[in-house]
Every structure is written in C-alpha cells, then in structure tokens.
C-alpha cells in the first residue's frame, strides 16, 4: 500500500486522528506535508501513525503557505514525535512507531 496524500484534495480525507498499518498484509508507504495533517485533524493537528518494520513515512517539508520544517522533538515508549515548526512555533504534530522508517523531504 503506498498512499501520497500530497496528490489528493484538502478535503478529501478529514476527522481523523490515527493510521493504522499494523494489518495491512504488507509494507506500506504514507507520503504527507504539514497541509495534510492539518486538514486530517480538526482537533488537535496531531496524527498518530501505526505501524510495523517495513512501514514506511516520508515527512514532506514542502507546503504551499508554509515554510518550515519537520523535526523530531521527542520520544515517548515505543514512538517518536515529529512537529512541524514554522516560525518557532509548531504547527502539527505526528507520532510515529518507532519500528516505521521515517524521512524526511525538502
């Protein structure tokens, strides 16, 4: 399963906190920009991505409005905590399973 959620509309997938890859039957690819999250998440602007060895996530630093970056700003158990900040201030956040390969573009 590869999804570049970069190709698809704001508004197509909205209202949604976690992605779950645990049980796909293979290796996925997700593929997002700051604009994604935060149209996935009304709430909170944060996303959790689940996951397993041979997942993989490609942070994307380029977004049309914004100009910042993708950092990794902590850990928590078994995942890590990506935001994304701009101007000092950070605008979304996602938390990653540590067992997902994580990169970052741009």
Do not use: C, H, K, P
């Not at 996935?40 to 602007?45: G, I, K, N, Q, R």
């Not at 060895?53 to 490609?58: E, K, M, P």
């Amino acid at each position: 399963l590869t999804v570049d959620f970069r190709n698809l509309a704001d508004e197509v997938i909205t209202s949604i906190e976690v992605i779950d890859l645990t049980n796909d039957g293979g290796d996925s690819t997700l593929v997002f920009n700051v604009s994604d999250v935060l149209n996935f998440s009304e709430a909170t602007d944060e996303l959790v991505i689940r996951g397993e060895a041979g997942d993989t996530v490609y942070l994307d630093n380029v977004a049309e409005g914004y100009a910042g970056a993708w950092v990794s700003v902590g850990s928590f158990a078994t995942a890590t905590i990506y935001s994304y900040v701009d101007t000092e201030q950070g605008l979304a956040s996602v938390v990653i399973d540590d067992a997902i390969a994580v990169n970052i573009l741009g």
